[in-house]
């Protein structure tokens, strides 16, 4: 992208200056403001890529601590009437 900007600004000042024209003293300020321009784009797509991270990652800590909590709670089953054998001990 910065290639094809810095043909195209070459191609401006070329059929800018055989026109008999020039750019004023603002034009000075376009490598600054790009450079601005730059670094806003960088530091945006640095924070969403962490954020992307983030929320691809919430999926399995939502998966873990809902088993580890399923471990931890005594709730599930019933431990002091095991069943007959090969049948659950609670009926639905």
């Known amino acids: 992208m910065m290639v094809d900007f810095v043909i195209t600004l070459a191609l401006f000042l070329v059929f800018d200056f055989a026109y008999g024209r020039h750019p004023d003293w603002r034009f000075a300020f376009v490598p600054f403001l790009l450079f601005l321009t730059f670094l806003l784009t960088f530091g945006l ?32 089953f019933r431990y002091s009437r095991p069943g007959i054998r090969g049948r659950p001990t609670s009926r639905a």
């Open 45 to 76: 797509s640095l924070l969403l890529s962490r954020r992307t991270c983030a929320i691809a990652m919430s999926d399995r800590l939502f998966h873990s601590s809902s088993s580890f909590g399923f471990f931890l709670s005594p709730v599930a």
